[in-house]
């Protein structure tokens, strides 16, 4: 049976927002076609819906659909609400997430993460939201651990994106994390989408606009990717774009939202990610070519980045 994901559309939605998932875990489908999840739109009442477009919308189902759901989606909805003055769920939306079930996995895109810390559902807990929001978040919310920095944040049964297009970039994580890379990646490719994003919301903060003839850390990075299975030193990236250490460091963070360290393990446990999958590569060799050095350092790098061991992703994920 299709994992049953349910989109809570509430007055003021984007329909960009709320169209996100219907699109990204449509998409997701077995070798052979079929789907692998089954996407429902609800409303806090069934029928129209209003946008902040100059259009509406209208949900064939109201909050009871909720009680069904595998995972339910919050997007962002911008009409004013008592969530936005002082931080207080309304009456309607509270009863809607009484329907939503204990197991239930819960997703908030945008400013949709506002209803859920309202709920108290992100107490304690790593969250993210739109930068522009991210002030208010943290006056209404101090009890949630927020980081506007970065895209998404996974935190189990609980998940937050950024702004609008992050949304994207969550619902993929969300399919990679459910049925492997090699899904997400025909998903992202049906939908002409990158399959991930380097870096965070920093690279998308207002900032002064860089010189056009400014050098930037592209090629390094490019080179990098090439060579992932080498030892790489920061001194070694830096000179390789004739720059500083320093300098280097700074306009790397500036373009790619982390550190020049926290990139090169992104990408090599992205690489062993897709070795562990569709390769017969043994343990060894994967950490090898991924520039590891060895199966130990692999295996923490794994269970840090997701929870789990290099061979315990290979039985899941294994295409």
Do not use: N
Not at 105 to 117: M, P
Not at 143 to 154: S, Y
Not at 286 to 293: E, N
């Amino acid at each position: 049976m299709a994992h049953r994901v349910v989109v809570l559309a509430r007055h003021g939605v984007i329909p960009f927002e709320l169209s996100i998932p219907a699109r990204i875990f449509g998409s997701a489908r077995t070798a052979d076609g079929r789907p692998l999840y089954d996407v429902r739109t609800c409303g806090l009442e069934q029928g129209t819906v209003r946008t902040d477009a100059d259009f509406d919308v209208v949900v064939p189902h109201g909050p009871e659909a909720l009680t069904t759901a595998d995972t339910v989606v919050v997007p962002a909805s911008y009409e004013t609400t008592s969530i936005s003055r002082d931080g207080t769920l309304p009456d309607d939306l509270a009863a809607a997430f009484d329907r939503i079930g204990r197991t239930t996995r819960l997703v908030s895109i945008c400013t949709g993460a506002f209803a859920l810390a309202a709920a108290g559902l992100l107490d304690g807990r790593p969250a993210t939201t739109h930068w522009r929001s991210s002030d208010r978040f943290a006056q209404l919310f101090p009890q949630v651990k927020l980081d506007p920095d970065v895209l998404f944040v996974d935190d189990g049964d609980i998940l937050t994106s950024a702004g609008v297009a992050a949304g994207i970039d969550l619902c993929l994580h969300i399919v990679r994390r459910d049925f492997g890379t090699a899904v997400a990646t025909r998903a992202a490719r049906r939908c002409l989408v990158p399959p991930w994003r380097d870096g965070g919301q920093a690279q998308y903060v207002d900032q002064p606009v860089p010189e056009p003839a400014a050098v930037t850390t592209a090629d390094a990075r490019r080179w990098a990717l090439e060579h992932l299975d080498q030892p790489l030193t920061l001194q070694e990236l830096a000179t390789r774009q004739a720059m500083s250490v320093r300098t280097f460091t700074r306009r790397f963070r500036q373009e790619a939202g982390v550190s020049p360290g926290q990139w090169l393990i992104q990408q090599r446990v992205d690489r062993a990610r897709h070795l562990l999958e569709d390769s017969d590569l043994t343990v060894d060799e994967v950490a090898r070519r991924c520039g590891f050095g060895t199966p130990a350092s692999m295996r923490q790098h794994l269970r840090a980045s997701l929870g789990v061991s290099p061979s315990g992703y290979r039985r899941t994920f294994r295409s």
